[in-house]
């Protein structure tokens, strides 16, 4: 019998949650779905600088555990860069922090979380499981 996925805190909020090749038509690419706990991940190792260890503490898991989850972020990423693919944000077992506001990529609903993880969030409006978190730290102010 396998372990089950222990829920991972996610503190990143990304401005945007899909990213495709300039001046290429969507129908004609692949996309990969890199999830927020890979995306949180990458902006802990890469972006912050973190150690492995202290990026595993502040998302509640294993050292081990975040290797496997940097380690697959790392060639998602690569391979849509070499290989001109789209990346889509979504999913993965994780839990954002109360109080984090979420967004629905199908209808732009917005609202606050209770805590529950974006993964598994779905929006109160159109029931819709495309939910991201927005970034509540100076975007729109001068």
């Known amino acids: 019998m396998s372990r089950s996925v222990k829920c991972r805190h996610v503190h990143c909020n990304p401005n945007a949650v899909y990213f495709k090749p300039r001046a290429v038509p969507l129908s004609a690419l692949q996309e990969l779905v890199l999830a927020f706990d890979e995306l949180e991940a990458l902006r802990l190792a890469d972006f912050e600088g973190l150690y492995h260890e202290e990026a595993a503490a502040s998302m509640h898991i294993s050292r081990q555990t975040f290797g ?13 860069l070499l290989n001109g693919k789209a990346i889509r944000i979504e999913g993965g077992v994780c839990s954002a922090t109360a109080g984090t506001m979420l967004i629905c990529g199908d209808c732009a609903h917005t609202w606050e979380s209770a805590g529950q993880g974006t993964g598994t969030a779905v929006c109160p409006s159109c029931a819709g499981s495309n939910v991201a978190s927005l970034v509540d730290t100076g975007r729109g102010q001068h």
């Open 68 to 80: 496997n989850i940097i380690k697959s972020a790392r060639r998602k990423v690569a391979d849509a």
